[in-house]
């Protein structure tokens, strides 16, 4: 299984980004996804995740700015991210839960900045 993650970036306060989670070995659709992240200095937190039947989470800081979703032509994982603040600040990282294995991408850096 591979996730390799990619979008993040420089963007303003207030401003929005997506990031886009393409992984092979597995079928995104028929998996436990999520998005994680973690800032310097914290532990990782979860973000958002997405069951195979399309049920969302979101944690609390998040939720109404972001959303996740699938491109099942693309096997992949979306996490749109609106209205930013600086605290999104961190490293993001997608997650497959398969059985009782968790596979992680590499991270991509969001960073919230004026």
């Known amino acids: 299984v591979q996730l390799q993650a990619s979008g993040g970036g420089l963007v303003r306060p207030g401003g929005s980004v997506r990031l886009s989670c393409a992984a092979s070995?597995?079928?995104?659709?028929?998996?436990?996804m999520g998005w994680y992240r973690q800032a310097p200095g914290k532990q990782r937190e979860l973000v958002a995740t997405?069951?195979?039947?399309?049920?969302?989470n979101y944690a609390g800081s998040v939720k109404g700015r972001f959303t996740i979703s699938r491109d099942n032509a693309k096997n992949a994982v979306n996490l749109q991210m609106n209205s930013l603040k600086p605290e999104d600040t961190a490293d993001y990282f997608c997650?497959?839960?398969?059985?009782?294995?968790?596979?992680w991408g590499q991270g991509t850096q969001v960073t919230v900045s004026s």
């Open positions: 070995g597995i079928i995104v659709s028929r998996n436990y």
């Open positions: 997405i069951t195979s039947g399309g049920t969302t």
């Open positions: 997650n497959a839960a398969v059985l009782t294995t968790h596979y």
